[in-house]
């Protein structure tokens, strides 16, 4: 077989043609005026990647050598870049069309807000809906319904035990029982004075409990005393309550006490004074109705905060907490960092505006940003919309949600953006919607990749049985699905409306002011970040001292995470959802410190046989007691109390004498329902105290009452880590289960907590293995290469440890919010990875090579992209907010670890064991800009395709016949010069003597080109060779197809090609 030239020129006019081994492409007979073969179908480019080999050559050709995995590799990417080429094309055909249409989906999703449902911290959002803990909380709340509203002022002093410290507490009791409220504007219902609100106790009484008890919270005896003796005297005698008639403990009212030796209380440093309110609202946590003990909690805590604000006195402090504390001050904390959230928008928009386009009139693209963000916020309405139709609520982790769309939609702008400036020279010159096609084919696939597996993560997420998490879960998934679609579609119709006025030379802020002849500032054409990475980072990741450093760097801090991921604790605490600057923040650190008195807790028992079951119960309260588990003396014990009355002479002459009951000789009633009877009594003249733990079947006191329900009050001791809290509740499900199976349980609202950090460790793992799991088989379906699918899982493993280790060593915990943000943490780990993986695999070359170009072409897309997420939570650090301080912390962790893992660790990975790539893969270049035209006397442009020539491919440029007087010219634009070449580094060292001959080659009397001069000396040869051929073969005014070859290879495309892939 004859083996053609590896260069020709043809002229028919002229036809330009270039070879490469044994193919060809057959000159027409036809002259045309270019043609195009940028759209190949995949068949003929697997045919062309895998020519039929020559006997002489020993081995095959390596891309051929492909498993089936690969070939499918090969055919979902060429699958999915036809898919985005085709909707890149039609988008910019029609781009109002599309954006309308974007309109009209955002609105129509966005109805279904009216749906729209906030639940706080308050709600049982943290606890599985099956879980027994919610279970028992719902019970409760049904037989033994709110009716008082307890709420509390916390007061600190050097010795409360003075005259000056209860005056002053005696002041503030005073100013709070004076509160009225009349005549109101709003609603007579919200009238209201301390009588008609408190809770009654007997006549005239209210339940309003502290130390003032003790003075039957008389102003005028408090102010008359005059030594702190007295009133230790006065505390040490009293055993039952002047007002209440209860036993009395000073240590129920004071903290941080101190003892004389005798146990008597001698000082104390805190005391506390707790109202107790009707629950007139009927909700216990309610804010957002109109009733008088919202109201007057209200003014409650606006009192208590102005004596907190007083100097001078005795009392150190003043701190306080009503019952609608907790979510007026969530609530608070979220509106406030709304103003961050704003400004974080106001900077992403900035930063994308500068990083899109260029310092000058026409190419910068604020406008474009501007679209972009507002395409975000188009997700954001869609998101919520659909979730709130579908029933979720919105959570108080719910806020990080636009936090989290912002950093992932502005990395696919960058994205879409990065294809759209790496175009080649013959790519620009093609029509807008063509071009436009064209970066979305090369973006699209990429997007796809961390979009689906975003999607995949949290959609897997919303399976768990938390409902905040759940919920969160759709409303992200929901979300990063429609950015994928706004992304595509609509910051794409934007882009083609935005480069149809830079092709008409507008002005980018003043779209009316049109420029002739523009030409850009030579400083706004240059661009750091991608010259940066083209010149340092990306050949440098391809020496091996750094490859060295990188996996040491890697090794080292691997090291150190897994250590800190071994010590990362499981522990929640709603408190944590306050503002660290919140009163009632201030209140609850006061509160455990001065009174760590334990964790108030029932044990609730059900519709039994009492009358029957007396040492039943005893048993279990016994087991309860001994447990270890409760702070000895707290037990209010009812049914003790009750049993051990009954063997009273006492009881006996109440039974016989004032109910004509039968009298008691074995100190038990002979029938049950004597035994309600006295019980009744028992509760209701002497015990009073032991009255709100009993639920009767009626309210009439009569011969019939029955008890359907009771408590037995403790208090839990403290319990410092989590492991012993779960094994404490644990402990008292089994317990109570042995003896009474659901009749009978523990409760306490602590135990919400309790709960979350029993199931939030597995729940995190099952989701996280989950989710890892769909995201690896969605890569491997889309990247379609074990190997590479592989090594970016391992990229993310790591980065996850380096996560969670870290966590470890800023002070958090595996709690609800952090599960959220881990899951985040693999979606985003994913993106700064899986762009890095699938670009490796479009990119023809050796392993080194693949590495270098593949970096210096995404870099700068990751980058921005990590640095624009990074930029939309920075103000948080600046929150009061324990949601956005976490998500600062936790997202701050997976940018720079990520970012780390995906540009330094993985590049290197691929340079060393990265597979071959698509069997359509192309060479591509990092420094060189270069073009090849073709030019007749009319002005026509005919371009060589460069990368299609890199790729292997014939390229053919047919010319129309010209005449004797016409020419043709060559222009080769891009071509570095020899200072260029003698400064260049390649591999991190000089180039060497072989690079600098390539453009000064001399075989067989051939004229290599080496400097400018010598290259503008070649082309004035061959536009005369090109005319002198055409004046001699010109007959009847046509010109027929001739043939030009050039010797030993130093034809013009030639040169370009090897010195394209030696770079």
């Known amino acids: 077989m004859q083996k053609p030239s590896e260069g020709s020129y043809e002229d028919s006019g002229l036809e330009v043609s270039y070879m490469k081994g044994a193919r060809s492409v057959p000159t027409t007979e036809q002259p045309v005026h270019q043609v195009d073969l940028e759209q190949v179908e995949l068949e003929d480019g697997l045919n062309e990647a895998c020519p039929m080999q020559e006997a002489a050559e020993p081995s095959g050709n390596k891309r051929c050598q492909r498993n089936a995995l690969q070939r499918i590799g090969s055919s979902v990417s060429h699958t999915l870049e036809t898919f985005f080429y085709n909707l890149g094309h039609g988008i910019a055909s029609s781009p109002w069309t599309v954006i309308l249409c974007c309109f009209l989906v955002s609105a129509l999703c966005g109805l279904g807000m009216i749906k729209f449902e906030v639940k706080d911290s308050s709600a049982p959002i943290w606890i599985p809906v099956t879980s027994k803990v919610q279970a028992n909380q719902l019970w409760t709340e049904k037989e033994f319904p709110l009716r008082a509203r307890y709420n509390v002022i916390l007061v600190t002093a050097d010795n409360i035990l003075s005259p000056a410290a209860l005056r002053e507490m005696s002041e503030i009791d005073t100013a709070v029982k004076q509160m009225v409220e009349y005549n109101n504007s709003q609603n007579d219902i919200l009238e209201f004075n301390w009588t008609s609100i408190c809770i009654p106790y007997g006549p005239g009484k209210c339940v309003s409990r502290s130390i003032l008890e ?23 005698y009293t055993e039952r309550s002047p007002v209440f008639d209860d036993p009395f403990e000073g240590s129920d009212w004071l903290g941080d006490l101190t003892f004389n030796i005798d146990g008597g209380i001698i000082n104390a440093k805190a005391a506390k004074l707790v109202y107790a309110i009707k629950a007139t609202s009927g909700d216990e946590l309610n804010t957002r109705i109109d009733a008088p003990d919202l109201l007057w909690e209200t003014r409650f805590v606006s009192l208590a905060q102005r004596f907190g604000k007083r100097e001078g006195g005795a009392l150190k402090s003043v701190d306080v907490k009503a019952v609608r504390s907790f979510r007026d001050e969530s609530d608070q904390s979220f509106e406030a960092d709304v103003i961050l959230l704003a400004a974080g928008i106001v900077i992403i928009i900035c930063y994308v505006a500068i990083v899109m386009g260029k310092f000058n009139e026409v190419e910068h693209k604020v406008y474009l940003a501007l679209v972009g963000v507002f395409g975000i916020g188009l997700a954001i309405l869609v998101s919520y919309g659909l979730a709130s139709a579908l029933g979720q609520f919105y959570g108080p982790i719910h806020p990080i949600l636009p936090f989290l769309l912002l950093g992932l939609g502005v990395d696919d702008m960058f994205v879409i953006i990065e294809a759209w400036n790496n175009l080649s020279t013959f790519e620009k010159q093609k029509p807008l919607p063509e071009k436009v096609a064209i970066a979305m084919k090369h973006a699209g696939v990429s997007i796809t990749v961390t979009s689906v597996t975003d999607f995949v993560a949290f959609a897997i997420g919303a399976s768990t049985a938390l409902p905040a998490l759940k919920s969160f879960c759709i409303y992200a998934a929901l979300g990063i699905l429609f950015l994928f679609i706004m992304q595509s579609t609509f910051f794409v119709a934007w882009l083609t409306i935005d480069q149809r006025r830079q092709n008409a030379s507008r002005d980018a802020c003043c779209i009316w002011i049109k420029y002739y002849n523009f030409v850009p500032n030579k400083c706004s054409q240059f661009q750091f970040l991608p010259w940066m990475l083209r010149k340092f980072l990306a050949p440098a990741l391809t020496t091996t001292p750094i490859k060295v450093l990188v996996l040491t760097l890697v090794m080292c801090l691997l090291g150190v995470s897994s250590y800190g991921t071994y010590l990362l604790k499981t522990d929640s605490n709603l408190a944590w959802f306050l503002p660290t600057d919140s009163y009632l923040t201030r209140f609850f650190n006061r509160y455990d410190t001065y009174f760590g008195d334990g964790m108030l807790s029932d044990l609730y028992i059900g519709n039994v046989t009492y009358y029957n ?10 087991d309860i007691e001994s447990s270890g588990y409760i702070i000895e003396g707290s037990l209010v014990n009812w049914h003790r109390e009750y049993i051990a009355w009954l063997e009273t002479r006492e009881a006996n002459n109440v039974a016989y004498y004032g109910l004509d009951l039968p009298w008691m000789y074995y100190g038990y009633p002979e029938k049950e329902q004597d035994y309600f009877t006295l019980l009744n009594v028992f509760v209701g003249k002497y015990e ?44 008292f499900e089994n317990l109570t289960e042995s003896h009474y199976g659901r009749e009978a349980f523990v409760w306490s609202p602590g135990f919400r907590n309790w709960e979350t950090n029993r199931v939030i460790g597995n729940e995190l793992y099952t989701n996280l293995g989950l989710a890892f799991a769909a995201v690896f088989i969605v890569t491997l379906l889309l990247v379609a290469n074990l190997r590479v699918c592989l090594l970016v899982c391992l990229s993310v493993i790591i980065t996850l440890v380096n996560v ?5 060593f800023w002070n958090l915990t595996i709690d609800i919010l952090t599960s959220i943000l881990l899951i985040l943490s693999l979606g985003l780990a994913i993106d700064y990875s899986a762009h890095i993986g699938h670009t490796f695999m479009t990119v023809a070359g050796t392993r080194n090579e693949r590495a270098k170009i593949t970096v210096a072409t995404m870099g700068s897309a990751i980058i921005n992209g990590g640095f624009s997420t990074f930029l939309a939570f920075i103000l948080l650090a600046t929150s009061n907010s324990y949601v956005f301080i976490t998500f600062f912390k936790v997202f701050f962790l997976v940018v720079v670890f990520g970012l780390f893992n995906g540009l330094g660790l993985l590049p290197v990975l691929l340079s060393w064991i990265g597979p071959e790539p698509y069997l359509t893969a192309t060479h591509k270049s990092i420094t060189s800009n270069m073009s090849i035209t073709l030019k007749d006397l009319s002005g026509s442009k005919h371009a060589v395709d460069i990368d299609r020539l890199l790729a292997g491919k014939d390229r053919s440029v047919a010319i129309p016949n010209t005449t004797n007087q016409q020419k043709v010219e060559l222009y080769i634009e891009g071509l570095p010069d020899r200072q260029e070449l003698e400064g260049g580094e390649r591999d991190g060292s000089q180039f060497d003597e072989e690079s600098l001959q390539l453009f000064n080659r001399k075989p067989d009397n051939a004229r290599g080109i080496s400097t400018q001069e010598e290259l503008d000396k070649m082309l004035s040869d061959l536009e005369q060779q090109v005319s002198g051929a055409a004046k001699s073969s010109s007959t009847a005014g046509n010109v027929q197809p001739r043939q030009f070859n050039f010797t030993n290879h130093n034809d013009i495309i030639g040169d370009c090609e090897r010195y394209l892939n030696r770079i």
């Not at 005028?220 to 230790?232: A, D, F, G, T, V």
């Not at 709100?692 to 839990?716: C, G, H, M, Q, V």
Request: contains cysteine; positive net charge; aromatic residues 8%.
């Open 688 to 731: 009073r105290q032991y009255y709100p733990l009993l639920k009767w079947n009626d309210t009439n006191p009569n011969n019939t009452r029955r008890l359907e329900a009771s408590k037995i009050s403790f208090r839990i001791k403290d319990l410092e880590s989590t492991d012993a809290k779960v094994k404490c509740l644990t402990f």
């Open 804 to 808: 969670c280790g870290m966590m470890h």
């Open 613 to 622: 079951d007396t040492d039943r119960i005893e048993a279990m309260v016994n």
């Open 214 to 236: 003790l003075w039957e919270f008389d102003e005028s005896r408090i102010n008359k005393l005059k030594s702190s003796s007295e009133i230790i005297n006065l505390l040490a």
